[in-house]
């Protein structure tokens, strides 16, 4: 049992939900969890599962060309032009997978926050009185970032959104969809020694060892298909 911590790969706003999507759908056994950090190939914004897409070009800064892809996790909006991203998948045989989701938002949201402190950056969470009775956990149905939600990470000074995440469940386990905003921290933040930091606290929380892994091998023909999918205005306007 272990927490497969996998390369970075950079890839379009399609490219990168569709091996999100496939990193839970596709595991090669039940005892390993898996993280990434990735990058985009330009700039990019993805908005959640169940967003209508006229609200979503509401959104969309005007006069700039981005990639723009429906996420397979729900939440709101995210702009991804200057955050961290990340993907963390759990296997449905870990307890984790049976928790509410206000729980494992609030546990990896945690790890997040106390990776940050390490470093010397303040960063809490959102207290859950701020909740409302009929918000999701996670990304509310608007746009992230804009404000936070319960067990969001915040500056404890200006209250400012730090980190948000959106979430799926399924069969096969959970996917977390995570987005760390740069600007919300210090600009000297070391990002390798985060990384680090933060799998390490992750694998505590989830009682496996962390180990780095090389790529897994998923089909490229599935990749390809499920990019194309993700890509097709067929998937981005269904609603």
Same mark, same amino acid.
């Given at each position: 049992?272990?927490?497969?911590?996998?390369?970075?790969?950079?890839?379009?706003?399609?490219?990168?939900?569709?091996?999100?999507?496939?990193?839970?759908?596709?595991?090669?056994?039940?005892?390993?969890?898996?993280?990434?950090?990735?990058?985009?190939?330009?700039?990019?914004?993805?908005?959640?599962?169940?967003?209508?897409?006229?609200?979503?070009?509401?959104?969309?800064?005007?006069?700039?060309?981005?990639?723009?892809?429906?996420?397979?996790?729900?939440?709101?909006?995210?702009?991804?032009?200057?955050?961290?991203?990340?993907?963390?998948?759990?296997?449905?045989?870990?307890?984790?997978?049976?928790?509410?989701?206000?729980?494992?938002?609030?546990?990896?949201?945690?790890?997040?926050?106390?990776?940050?402190?390490?470093?010397?950056?303040?960063?809490?969470?959102?207290?859950?009185?701020?909740?409302? %009775?009929?918000?999701?956990?996670?990304?509310?149905?608007?746009?992230?970032?804009?404000?936070?939600?319960?067990?969001?990470?915040?500056?404890?000074?200006?209250?400012?959104?730090?980190?948000?995440?959106?979430?799926?469940?399924?069969?096969?386990?959970?996917?977390?969809?995570?987005?760390?905003?740069?600007?919300?921290?210090?600009?000297?933040?070391?990002?390798?020694?985060?990384?680090?930091?933060?799998?390490?606290?992750?694998?505590?929380?989830?009682?496996?060892? %962390?180990?780095?892994?090389?790529?897994?091998?998923?089909?490229?023909?599935?990749?390809?298909?499920?990019?194309?999918?993700?890509?097709?205005?067929?998937?981005?306007?269904?609603?």
């Amino acid at each position: 049992m272990q927490l497969d911590l996998l390369p970075t790969r950079t890839g379009s706003a399609a490219e990168n939900m569709a091996v999100d999507f496939l990193l839970l759908q596709r595991y090669p056994t039940q005892t390993h969890a898996r993280f990434r950090h990735y990058d985009w190939h330009r700039p990019s914004f993805t908005f959640g599962y169940s967003q209508p897409l006229a609200f979503v070009h509401a959104q969309l800064p005007a006069g700039e060309t981005v990639e723009l892809c429906r996420r397979p996790t729900g939440g709101g909006v995210v702009d991804h032009r200057e955050d961290w991203t990340y993907a963390l998948v759990i296997p449905h045989n870990h307890s984790l997978h049976e928790e509410r989701a206000t729980e494992s938002y609030r546990l990896v949201h945690a790890c997040i926050a106390e990776s940050l402190n390490q470093l010397g950056e303040p960063a809490v969470l959102q207290p859950p009185a701020e909740k409302k %009775a009929s918000d999701p956990a996670g990304c509310g149905p608007g746009v992230c970032f804009t404000k936070a939600e319960p067990f969001d990470v915040i500056h404890p000074q200006t209250l400012a959104k730090i980190a948000g995440a959106a979430q799926k469940r399924s069969r096969q386990g959970l996917l977390f969809q995570g987005s760390i905003a740069r600007k919300a921290v210090s600009p000297q933040l070391d990002w390798e020694t985060f990384e680090t930091l933060l799998t390490a606290r992750l694998a505590q929380v989830l009682g496996w060892p %962390a180990t780095t892994c090389a790529w897994p091998e998923l089909s490229e023909d599935e990749i390809s298909a499920l990019t194309e999918q993700y890509s097709s205005a067929a998937w981005n306007a269904f609603r």
